[in-house]
């Protein structure tokens, strides 16, 4: 049985298991991975955040997924889709995510597994993904451009009321 539901050339995409708790939880802890987020994330905020994506992908056949390297089969972060429903004019809508470890930045990894959930997310019929991201974060939306995504707009994203400094997001956009 192959262990990944996709592949790229480097990369594997699985579910989530409980062996990725505390490699994961060491990416969610680094500040510099996590410096577009609220803070970083604790073990326990790890685990939650697993946990829900293992529901997400039994009830909608999609997550933001484990992410590995083929070669290694290492874990470096996660890329995938979400469902945001966050009160603002484009939700409830189909998300596409990734949080890397920092070894790995700047290698094109992104915008190759990105690239291959927009495939899975077309194969699943789905019509329409976006993104957003703080609009200061510059490597996302290079990556989103990278990956065919348009701008739409900037908006202030209300989860972040309480964190001016990164409440102003990007929204980009591509349909099927």
């Not at 994961?24 to 680094?30: K, L």
């Not at 789905?126 to 490597?139: G, H």
Request: some cysteine.
């Amino acid at each position: 049985m192959n262990r990944y539901l996709i592949t790229t050339p480097l990369l594997g995409f699985r579910t989530w298991q409980a062996s990725d708790l505390d490699p994961f939880s060491a990416i969610n802890a680094d500040p510099e991975v996590m410096q577009y987020f609220q803070k970083p994330f604790s073990k326990d905020e790890t685990l939650a955040m697993i946990h829900r994506m293992q529901s997400m992908y039994e009830e909608k056949g999609y997550c933001y997924f484990e992410l590995d390297l083929l070669y290694s089969q290492e874990l470096i972060g996660t890329i995938g889709l979400g469902w945001k429903t966050f009160e603002a004019d484009f939700t409830p809508c189909v998300d596409i995510g990734w949080r890397i470890h920092k070894e790995f930045w700047n290698q094109g990894l992104a915008s190759e597994g990105a690239s291959r959930c927009l495939e899975f997310a077309k194969d699943q019929k789905i019509k329409e993904v976006n993104a957003f991201t703080p609009a200061r974060n510059i490597a996302s939306i290079q990556v989103m451009r990278k990956i065919g995504m348009t701008y739409h707009k900037d908006f202030d994203y209300p989860e972040l009321k309480t964190h001016p400094e990164i409440m102003r997001c990007s929204l980009f956009g591509i349909v099927f």
